[in-house]
């Protein structure tokens, strides 16, 4: 009885030394299940692409379908963001910033349009569609072929033109903050 | 919008704001000036023809502004692209030209939206944070309100302010179209590192994705850099009350002195990596391009900054005695300093600093000044605590080129022509 009270305080005690000083808990435990619904980024490596694949030929049907009305048939000439073209003007007086000629992650055009695209319906693409429709856009710029096709392994391997058009902001830099830590 | 008409030639010589307050004042401080028309006006009028007193109007459950104040921000889109239709409109300017000392009401804060904002039922709000910690927590908003908080008043400021004046300077432009994306507010919440004891972060994680419930899911990288784990926090209070929904109902992450994109609205994720996540808005959208082709990535900070919010765009001011106002600002630090040249930056005076003087939040500056009619330029600069001083137009520009669309914080200058219009110039 002693003995057994006395491990019970000296668990408490660790209990108190190991844990933030709190005095009490705030929230609940998130559930596995719970987090995999929200979870849904992306990083440029690829972790986060969800299962699934779709081709050139299956996204130009998808973005007909669901994009073409604010981008514009080919990804030119629409009312919203232009989405195709203007490699070689990003050191003009007018430069083109698209998915072609700016953006430095494939991976980035797949987290977002499956994230926040079509505008009114956000989330609404499936992961199949999603890598079809991407892979469609990617192919308009001159970046993968009409047979090309894309899934989770060969999405993070697509070089995007202009991969290495960004310096990092010396403050910040991703690659040398931290470092000495 | 201010027009000519919104600032009667009489009220202008002393003090356009205080118009109905400053009566007295004026005809005392006009009466004693040379050179001002504004005393003869002003002073034909008897107190025999102010109104008399009268019973006024019940108690209310909330106040709302005078029917004789005319204030509201300006939706807008792109550069150049005014009085477009609000469903066109990518963000809505704070009228920076009617406001008084450094605190922006709640309902003229600006805003900025990629989606809309949502609208959203608190009871139904959750924010969840995982990624590399050893216990992934759910909080709702009354969670959130239990636990210890912090107040602190900070301006957010959108990386595109100034953005009309990159490449010309439309002579049309009021302070509000060249500068209302700034504003400074007291915001209540939670500290990040709270919130990141809870969950156990791992040491290994330097990274935070933050993502927002708007339709756009918003999501930034941020690095976990001692000032960051110091000063970020979540907040769920503005200026005393909820978060309006135009700012981020029910809770909205605030990083002072940070781009006005990383203080994530509507927060409900915080997941934390080894490393960024490379997201649309931190590579193909805030991002700043330079004369090079090669853009900026992770220009975080928002830089030393000022404006002369009065006598500004689109105001028309007589000879004699002015008030100089505006304000200044520094994700760096506190303001030090704000000097104003009446002469087109060849002389520079020191302004008066109102208090009090807070880090990462505006400071409203004033000096005198008397205008002898001539026609000459009006601008100011800031300098900070950490000793940036706010760069003139041709530096900066030399630096970041005219096509970075973002982070721009050159001086302003204002021209004064013959006849007292002041209008949007570059230098």
């Known amino acids: ?181 | 919008m201010t027009s000519p008409g919104d600032i009667p030639v009489e009220q202008s010589g002393v003090n356009r704001r205080e118009v109905g307050l400053s009566r007295r004042k004026l005809i005392a401080a006009s009466a004693s000036l040379a050179g001002s028309i504004v005393a003869s006006r002003a002073a034909a009028e008897s107190l025999a023809d102010v109104p008399p007193r009268e019973v006024g109007a019940d108690l209310g459950g909330h106040s709302e502004r005078s029917k004789y104040v005319k204030i509201a921000r300006i939706p807008e889109a792109g550069p150049g692209q005014r009085n477009v239709d609000p469903g066109d409109a990518i963000n809505s300017k704070a009228p920076l030209d009617k406001l008084f000392g450094s605190i922006t009401p709640s309902d003229l804060h600006y805003e900025r939206s990629h989606s809309g904002a949502p609208d959203i039922d608190p009871a139904k709000h959750r924010l969840l944070v995982h990624g590399m910690v050893r216990k992934p927590l759910v909080f709702s908003v009354e969670d959130l309100k239990a636990m210890p908080s912090i107040s602190r008043v900070v301006f957010i400021e959108c990386t595109g302010n100034g953005w009309e004046n990159w490449k010309s300077a439309d002579p049309n432009l009021t302070v509000q179209n060249t500068h209302g994306l700034v504003s400074t507010n007291e915001w209540t919440g939670v500290p990040l590192k709270f919130l990141i004891d809870l969950v156990g972060k791992d040491h290994a994680s330097n990274w935070m994705l933050a993502e927002g419930g708007d339709a756009a899911g918003v999501d930034r990288s941020i690095p976990l850099t001692d000032e960051i784990l110091e000063e970020a926090f979540v907040a769920y209070g503005q200026n005393g009350e909820p978060i309006r929904p135009a700012h981020g109902f029910p809770m909205r992450l605030i990083m002072p002195g940070l781009e006005g994109n990383l203080n994530i609205k509507w927060l409900r994720r915080l997941k934390f990596g080894d490393r960024p996540w490379m997201t649309r808005w931190e590579t193909a959208r805030y991002t700043q391009l330079r004369a090079n082709g090669k853009a900026t990535q992770f220009q975080l900070r928002m830089d030393a900054n000022s404006v002369i919010t009065s006598p500004s765009g689109m105001m028309v001011i007589k000879p004699g005695y002015q008030r100089i106002t505006g304000l200044a600002w520094s994700g760096h630090g506190k303001i030090v300093k704000v000097e104003i040249s009446t002469d087109g930056a060849r002389s520079w005076k020191e302004a008066q600093l109102n208090l009090p003087v807070l880090p990462k939040a505006q400071t409203r500056f004033q000096m005198d000044w008397t205008w002898d009619g001539k026609p000459t330029r009006i601008v100011s600069r800031s300098t900070d605590d950490k000793g940036n001083v706010q760069p003139d137009r041709n530096s900066f520009i030399a630096v970041a080129g005219t096509n970075a669309l973002f982070h721009y914080n050159a001086q302003q200058t204002w021209s004064l022509d013959e006849a007292g219009r002041v209008r949007n110039v570059l230098d």
């Open chain 1, 1 to 181: 009885m002693y003995s057994t009270s006395k491990a019970l305080l000296t668990g408490a005690i660790a209990l108190v030394l190991v844990s933030p000083v709190l005095a009490y808990d705030f929230g609940r435990p998130a559930t596995p299940d719970e987090i995999a619904l929200w979870n849904i980024d992306v990083r440029p490596d690829g972790k986060g692409l969800p299962p699934g694949s779709g081709t050139v030929a299956q996204g130009k049907q998808v973005f007909a379908e669901n994009c073409a009305a604010c981008h514009g048939d080919a990804g030119v000439g629409g009312i919203k963001d232009r989405l195709v073209g203007g490699q070689g003007t990003l050191a003009s007086a007018a430069p083109l910033k698209t998915v072609g000629s700016f953006w430095p992650y494939a991976t980035t055009l797949f987290d977002y349009v499956h994230r926040a695209m079509p505008y009114q319906a956000p989330g609404s693409l499936s992961n199949d569609d999603t890598y079809a429709v991407a892979a469609y856009i990617l192919h308009l710029n001159g970046i993968l072929p009409a047979d090309g096709k894309l899934d989770r392994d060969s999405l993070p391997k697509v070089r995007m033109p202009n991969r290495d058009g960004f310096v990092p902001d010396p403050e910040f830099d991703p690659a040398k903050l931290f470092r000495e830590k």
